[in-house]
Structures are given as structure tokens and as C-alpha cells.
């Protein structure tokens, strides 16, 4: 098959997020890995009666309730909505807080959760040659945009793809086509001569194919199709694997 344009998701298909390299703090008598103490940091210069094990339980609340509407009907929750659960879980009003503290904790949480990505070594190389023969694209499910582009910008491939689609800008998440949609109304190019790469059969995969587009499921550990799910175009163990597929 030969294609115009091949799209990638971004966390655990280009980028692979690494817990280890989260900060580390004590709750609890345990060490756990969480940006909350970045965020605690900032918190107390407003609200110092607030400590650190209740900064991180709301942190937590707040991506448990996210998750859960996320799951309803796969609409996006923002990262400032995200935040301001978090806020409400803590009993402060963030009205009354100063312009702009909002923002300072989701760029915090953003620079650790940037920091926490690994970018594989022979990733660079592979984008950088489809970059010279397809359109590229990247197709995120992401509560905040900033956050894509700067991993992208730390791994020095953000300028081979031509639009960077993350689902807090459109909205919905995949395998909603509303995303993919967009992606590739910005490409200018059709679902049928298009290849989406991704990790996950059913928001990937599955996203993909109710469009008509082809599908690379990086399946890493050779994990059963859910079901529901069609087998995909393609299925490989690492990203690498593409290079043959594509005739690199």
C-alpha cells in the first residue's frame, strides 16, 4: 500500500513515558513518584495550610474524576477543568486566588510529566526519513497541548510533523473520528491513504479503522486483541518495524 501521510500517537508510541523519572516524595512514610510536591511548592505560598499528603490525594482525586467522565462518552477534560476539581477538593476558591496560579501548577505538572518522557534513541532517525517521503502528523490523547509540544521540542522532532492534533484543542478523544478528522483535514489528505500508528487497539486501532484508515498496532507484549476490534493492517513489537513496512 503506498500512503501520503502517516500519523502517530504520541505517549507509548513515540514517547514513552518513564515513572522513574518522575520527583520523588514521602507520603505516607512511602516513596511514591508525583509531581504534587512541585505543586505543593507552589500551593503553600497561597495556602499554607495545606500539606503535602492532601496536595497529592487531591491530585489524585482530581485524574480518578477526569478518567471517569473521560470514559463516558470519550469528551476531553481539560487540564485547567482537571485543576479546577483539584482546587475544589482542596475546599479553595480559585477566583480568589492571584491571575495566573492556576496556570503556574498545570506548568509544573507539565515540565515534570515532560521531563518523565523517553524518547528511544532510533526514533529520531525513522522520523526523520518518512518525514522525507509521507506527510506527518501526530494524534494525541492529552489533557494539555503545551505538554505534547514540548516533549516533541525536547526530542528534536517537532518541526517533521506538519500538525500536532492533541484532544484538549479538538475536544474529543480518540477513537472518536472527530480528532482524526481534523488531523487530517489539516494534512489535506484522506483517511484511505493514511496509516495511523499507536499502542492502543481500542483507541488507536479502533479509531482508526471506523474511518477507513490503515492501522500499525505497536502490541509490545503480544497482549490479545480486545474485543470488538478487528485485526489491524499491521502489527509490530516496537516502532522500528516500520521501516519495512514502509520500504524505508
Known amino acids: 500500500m503506498t500512503y501520503a501521510a502517516v500519523l502517530f500517537d504520541l505517549f507509548d508510541t513515540l514517547v514513552r513515558f518513564d515513572r522513574e523519572r518522575m520527583p520523588e516524595i514521602r507520603i505516607a512514610g512511602k516513596t511514591v513518584r508525583s509531581s504534587a510536591g512541585m505543586l505543593h511548592a507552589i500551593l503553600k505560598t497561597q495556602a499554607p495550610q495545606i500539606d ?33 476539581h483539584f482546587f475544589r477538593r482542596l475546599g479553595l476558591d480559585e477566583a480568589a486566588l492571584p491571575a495566573g496560579f492556576g496556570r ?18 532510533h526514533h529520531g532517525p525513522l522520523l526523520r526519513r518518512l518525514a522525507e517521503r509521507y506527510r506527518l502528523a501526530v494524534v494525541s490523547n492529552f489533557d494539555y497541548t503545551p505538554t505534547a509540544l514540548d516533549i516533541l521540542e525536547r526530542a528534536g522532532v517537532v518541526e517533521l510533523f506538519e500538525t500536532i492534533v492533541v484532544s484538549d484543542e479538538v475536544g474529543w478523544r480518540k477513537p472518536r473520528r ?5 488531523a487530517l483535514g489539516r494534512l489535506g489528505v484522506r483517511a484511505e491513504e493514511s496509516l495511523f500508528v499507536g499502542d492502543r487497539a481500542d483507541m488507536d486501532v479502533l479509531g ?25 493492517t499491521y502489527e509490530i513489537r516496537d516502532l522500528g518495524e516500520l521501516a519495512a513496512i514502509l520500504k524505508l
Open 178 to 182: 472527530d480528532i482524526f478528522d481534523a
Open 208 to 232: 482508526a479503522q471506523r474511518i477507513g484508515m490503515d492501522a500499525a498496532w505497536i502490541n509490545r507484549d503480544g497482549e490479545p486483541l480486545p474485543s470488538g476490534v478487528a485485526a489491524p
Open 52 to 84: 503535602l499528603e492532601r496536595c497529592y490525594d487531591a491530585l489524585g482525586e482530581s485524574w480518578r474524576e477526569a478518567e471517569r467522565l473521560r470514559a463516558l462518552d470519550h469528551r476531553e477534560v481539560p487540564a485547567a477543568a482537571r485543576f479546577a
Open 104 to 121: 503556574a501548577l498545570i506548568d509544573a505538572h507539565r515540565g515534570a510529566l515532560g521531563r518523565a518522557a523517553e524518547f528511544p534513541a
